[in-house]
């Protein structure tokens, strides 16, 4: 997949899962190419810890120009204690090192919104491979954990998530609560920051965000040794925004397709997350933010783990296309948050992309 390979090659497409469905994009070479970008930028979240609006301002500035020209960025800076992140990281590893019953005993199949344990190979967006190489643990929203201090109704009154019971994996749960707060911290200084970006009052989404939808997911990759394996297929989030941390491998193994559909390798950088627009808020930009397509290929011949935070508003809030996006004479639906997460959670839950195409073809 170098890009002497890629112009070598004429009429080639890559082949991805977005929006629910499957979608390709041309790979474009030598005169067709398109101006794109072919690494992420890197912006220094310091500034949304300041008291001056103008530095804030400066900030946003900086990310609108990545949510609309890359879709993803490196965060640097972002206020998350390393240490926590460190522990987080201990603690992941060694979940994913208990034994496969434990791990079972929360199987994600389990619950009708996908939380708990993913098996490998159980994942499968490409439907050209034996299925996604890697193995998960997902949690989120749930007013019946205590941990998340949040008022039972109705609604809420389910538990959604599923914790081991095993006394070995005693530990995993606090260590998960550990990150899932300090990430709902960093995620509404990020709001507040795609609000400004958006010419919007900081506080404009703050109130369809007071219970958002909120997803941890640790993912262990083991090293692949075949081209053909991927860690997980091509996508786009179906939140409104995700922040990812990932293990410090050597080599690369989160990928960005960009405009010419050339795959852009993310490189683990310190301390820093990445960040990337999802479905919601490309959809409420009427398009003018980027969701872009990525994937893991984990071939670097380590371990890697990563911990993205998928953050979506409330569940009962309504978004349509921001005015500022709409064009004249345009018809533009509101969507309910909640119902439009889960009939994508249901599309991955059933479908596999038609026809066996792989990444490239
Ligand atoms: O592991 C990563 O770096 C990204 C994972 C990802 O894209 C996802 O879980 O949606
Ligand atoms: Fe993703």
């Not at 082949?15 to 220094?44: C, I, M, N, S």
């Not at 005993?105 to 993913?118: C, S």
């Not at 989030?237 to 852009?264: H, I, M, R, Y």
Request: aromatic content about 12%; proline content about 6%; charged content about 25%.
């Amino acid at each position: 997949m170098s890009s002497i390979e890629t112009q070598t090659e004429s009429a080639q497409y890559v082949h991805y899962h977005d929006g629910g469905g499957p979608g390709k994009r041309r790979v474009l070479t030598g005169q067709d190419a398109k101006p794109t970008f072919t690494e992420l930028p890197r912006v220094d979240m310091r500034r949304m810890f300041s008291d001056d609006f103008a530095s804030r301002k400066e900030l946003a500035v900086e990310v609108g120009a990545a949510c609309r020209d890359v879709g993803f960025f490196y965060a640097v800076n972002h206020g998350v204690d390393e240490k926590v992140l460190d522990r987080t990281f201990d603690a992941v590893k060694q979940f994913f090192e208990l034994p496969t019953e434990v791990k079972m005993e929360v199987h994600n199949q389990k619950t009708k919104k996908f939380r708990g344990y993913e098996a490998f190979l159980e994942g499968k967006l490409d439907p050209s491979t034996r299925g996604d190489l890697k193995e998960g643990f997902l949690m989120g929203e749930d007013a019946t954990d205590p941990e998340q201090n949040r008022p039972i109704t109705p609604a809420t009154a389910e538990p959604r998530n599923q914790w081991p019971t095993a006394p070995e994996a005693a530990f995993f749960r606090p260590a998960i609560y550990e990150y899932y707060n300090h990430m709902i911290n960093f995620s509404r200084r990020m709001l507040s920051i795609f609000a400004l970006a958006l010419d919007l009052p900081e506080d404009y989404f703050d109130s369809i965000s007071t219970h958002p939808m909120t997803n941890v997911r640790a993912v262990h990759y083991p090293p692949q040794d075949s081209e053909t394996d991927v860690g997980i297929g091509a996508h786009t989030d179906f939140c409104w925004f995700t922040l990812v941390f990932q293990s410090q491998t050597k080599e690369p193994a989160l990928e960005v397709l960009n405009a010419n559909g050339v795959w852009v390798p993310v490189m683990p950088q310190k301390n820093t997350f990445v960040v990337n627009v999802a479905d919601f808020l490309k959809l409420v930009t009427g398009g003018t933010w980027q969701s872009t397509v990525h994937g893991v290929r984990n071939m670097g011949g380590e371990e890697r783990y990563s911990m993205p935070f998928f953050f979506s508003p409330n569940e009962d809030g309504v978004v349509s296309v921001l005015p500022q996006f709409r064009k004249l004479g345009g018809k533009y639906e509101d969507i309910v948050v909640g119902e439009y997460f889960q009939r994508r959670l249901d599309v991955d839950r059933t479908t596999h992309l038609d026809g066996g195409e792989g990444r490239r073809s």
